[in-house]
């Protein structure tokens, strides 16, 4: 798991994480500064996920056929281009356009990297590495937003611009690094343009209903706790949560690799949904607490277990468009979810947007049982 290689693609993951969560913390207060609206801080976010969701698969297809190179470089100079872009915009209209720029880069050098870290390791440690690559992921995930703030006191926001663009000059250095062997075009992969691969539909359908509740923790969950006056108590949930999703990825990246995909993915998908029905009670300290273990350990192992089983399952030639097909599916969820939480939140209550969370959770995981249950003389590694 500690390969040049491996390790080159583990960086790229923290990078390129670094820098799309840098921009997410800090462009909302440009915009605003701009004198933009919620709603166009509302738009900034969902453009580049929507972007991000349709792209995805055709990236897989693309890495599949033409090689990963021939991927990761553009998406490497679209985001180092985005970066120097921001420093030029005053409206933020303007900014908004940007950032479909950036991405458009994110979504082309992030998936390559998890690609290449699946061509750089054997189908009988698939798990570990794709664990070890999203662990990288957490770990940025955490550090970016303060060292997006700090670069903002120390320098504004061009210095916190300007850290992006090193960051885009750091993962051209790593991307070729990668042996040509590892990134050159996938054996066996077909022609033509596919939409989507067969052998992740099944698994992107289950991980669509279990995402559902995702944006809920960040959008809702802070107003909720703060309505019932814990906004300590929420401080510490995400703490919690943080850290123990990072604790038990590191510790339990190879378990789906020992034991099975679907032993690890289905209680993964149980523990959710039970840290979302727990977030439907009136939030207190303790319960926030334990919604925080729960979901920290569901989380940790739920998608690189699910990208590995799609991985598996995949041949040679299609596993880029199947890594692309499950990812989109990742954000198909949290843009539905955005809109399905928040519409019952304010018809209803915070409570009933997350039980409905924690509903939309256990149908993935009984979607999930009932597709592997009907694949006649197979089991999920």
Known sequence: MLTRTLLACYAMSGAIHLASISLNTLLPFHVIALGGSRTQVGLLFS??????????????GWIDRFGARRVILPGIAVLAGASLAL???VTPEAVIAVMVGAGIGNGLVSMTASVLTVRATTAAHHGEALSFYYLASSLAIAVAPPMAFGLRGLGGMPLAFAAV????????????????AVTAAAAGAQPGFRPLSRHAVSVSLALVLTTIGHSSIYAFLPLYAVSRGHGAAV??????????????????GGLSDRIGRARVALPAMALTALAYFTLALSPT???????ALLLGGGSAVLYPTLAALVVDRAPEGERGLALGTLSGAWD????????LIGFVADRASFGWGFAVAGATTASGALTFFLTERRRPGKTSR
């Open 47 to 60: 453009a580049a996920t929507v972007v991000s969701m349709l792209l995805r698969p055709a990236v897989g």
């Open 165 to 180: 663009t090193v960051l885009a000059v750091v993962m051209f250095a790593l991307a070729l690094s990668i042996p040509v």
């Open 235 to 252: 401080v510490w949930f995400f703490a919690v949560y943080s850290v123990w999703l990072i604790v038990w990825r590191a510790l339990l």
């Open 285 to 291: 300290p303790a319960s926030l607490m334990v919604a």
């Open 332 to 339: 198909l969820g949290i843009v539905v979810g955005s809109a």
């Open 87 to 89: 420093h030029l915009p």
